[in-house]
C-alpha cells in the first residue's frame, strides 16, 4: 500500500500479511527466488535478447499499473527486479514510492531519491517537481544493462553522473541548466558539457535498433519528451512477431483456520488491463482474465520476511499453523564495489516526500 492507494497486480511483488507484536511491525512477502541483479552477476555479458523482452514486457506492466493509479516508484533499478523459476517478474521494495498529488495542488517531491545510476536528470539536478518520468528513464537504463551486463550511467557521483548522461546525450535541457545553477550542492561548480556526443547507437552497434529504439524513448533528456508506459507497451519490440512470452505458473496460497481467508490475498487478474494491444495479447497468452484469483504464498525453509530491524524475526504461536516459526536472516553484504553502487540505498530527506 503507498498512501492510500493499494497496490495489486501480477507483477507486483505481493504483501501477503502484516501485523503487531511487541511494539514491531512484521510483514510477510511471497518468495520469489532471485533478482534481475543476481542474474545480471552470473552473466557479465548480458542477457539475451528474448529475455530481456520478457522481463522488460513484465516491468512495464507493473510500472504501467502504478502510473495508472498515480503512483511513482522511485527506484527501478536490477536489484528490486525479483524473479520467479517460472520467469514470473514482480517489482517490489516500495520504500521510496507515493502518490503523486494533481498539478493544481503544485506539490513537491524530494530530489534525493533512486539510485544514482538509474536517477533521472531532474532528480540529478535537484527539481523538486517531478513525476512519473523518473521512472521511464530508469526503465532505459534498465532496458541497456540487460541487454548488456554494464550499467548503462556508471557515476562515481551526481556530477559525475550527469557528466555520463551529457556525453551521450548532449547538454542539458535550458530548465536543467537553471536548476544546476540555482541548487546550493553545486555552488561553485561548473556544469559538464559537451561538445561531441557518444550516442547510444554508437556505443552499442550490436544491440539491434527496435530494442535501441525503446531506450531511446525512455532516454528523453527532456521528461515531458519521454515515452509513457502504455506506449511503450505498444512497443516493436513486443509487437513483432518473434515476441512471445512464456505462460506464468501460478502458485497456490496455502490457508489454515487461523489465517485470512484467500480472498484477502486476491491479485487482480491482467485482463483488467486493455488499454493496449499487446496487453490484450499477454492476457490471452496468460490465460487472465477480469477474476480475481489467489496467488502464491509459499511456506518454506527460505525467508522471505521484509525487516524492518536487524534482529532474526520470529512468528507469533497465534499466527497461522501454515506460518512456523521462522528466523529471519540477515542480508548479505555487498561484494565488489560494481554491486554496492548498484544496490546504493538512498536516505530519504526529512520532508519524507
Known amino acids: 500500500m503507498v498512501g492510500d492507494v493499494q497496490l495489486r497486480h501480477d507483477n507486483l511483488v505481493n504483501l501477503l500479511e502484516v501485523w503487531k507484536r511487541r511494539c514491531r511491525w512484521y510483514l510477510v512477502f511471497e518468495f520469489v527466488d532471485r533478482t534481475l541483479l543476481d542474474e545480471l552477476e552470473q552473466k557479465s555479458s548480458g542477457l539475451d535478447l528474448n529475455t530481456c523482452q520478457q522481463y522488460l514486457f513484465q516491468i512495464l506492466r507493473a510500472a504501467n499499473f502504478c502510473h495508472q493509479q498515480n503512483v511513482i516508484h522511485r527506484d527501478i533499478k536490477p536489484e528490486n527486479i525479483l524473479i520467479s523459476r517460472e520467469g514470473v517478474v514482480k517489482l517490489c521494495d516500495f520504500g521510496f514510492a507515493r502518490t503523486i498529488a494533481s498539478p493544481s495542488e503544485g506539490a513537491v517531491y524530494t530530489d534525493y531519491v533512486a539510485t544514482r545510476w538509474y536517477r533521472a536528470p531532474e532528480l540529478l539536478v535537484g527539481d523538486i517537481k517531478y513525476g512519473k518520468p523518473v521512472d521511464i528513464w530508469a526503465l532505459g537504463c534498465l532496458l541497456i544493462e540487460m541487454l548488456t551486463g554494464q550499467p548503462l550511467f556508471p557515476g562515481d557521483s551526481d556530477l559525475d553522473q550527469i557528466y555520463h548522461i551529457v556525453r551521450c546525450f548532449g547538454n542539458l535541457t535550458a530548465h536543467h541548466q537553471e536548476l544546476f545553477h540555482r541548487n546550493p550542492i553545486f555552488s561553485g561548480v561548473k556544469l559538464p558539457e559537451c561538445s ?146 548498484r544496490t546504493e540505498k538512498t536516505p530519504v530527506s526529512s520532508d519524507g516526500q
Do not use: W, Y
Not at 219 to 245: G, V, W, Y
Not at 288 to 305: D, E, K, P, V, Y
Not at 312 to 333: C, M, N, T, Y
Open 196 to 341: 561531441k556526443t557518444v550516442p547510444l547507437q554508437q556505443r552499442f552497434p550490436t544491440i539491434p535498433p527496435t530494442a535501441l529504439d525503446l531506450a531511446q524513448k525512455c532516454l528523453e533528456m527532456d521528461p515531458k519528451r519521454r515515452a509513457q508506459c502504455s506506449n511503450l507497451l505498444d512497443h516493436l519490440l513486443f509487437t513483432q512477431e518473434s515476441f512471445s512470452i512464456r505462460t506464468l505458473a501460478p502458485t497456490i496460497f496455502l490457508s489454515s483456520s487461523n489465517s485470512p481467508a484467500p480472498s484477502d490475498h486476491l491479485i487482480q487478474g491482467g485482463g483488467s488491463h486493455t488499454g493496449t494491444n499487446s496487453l490484450r495479447k499477454i492476457d490471452q497468452t496468460l490465460g487472465l482474465n477480469h477474476a480475481t484469483r489467489s496467488f502464491a504464498f509459499q511456506a518454506s525453509g527460505n525467508s522471505f520476511i521484509n525487516e524492518r530491524s536487524k534482529n532474526s524475526i520470529h512468528f507469533p504461536d497465534v499466527r497461522s499453523s501454515v506460518l512456523p516459526e521462522l528466523s529471519g536472516k540477515e542480508a548479505k553484504q555487498n561484494k565488489g564495489a560494481t554491486k554496492e553502487q
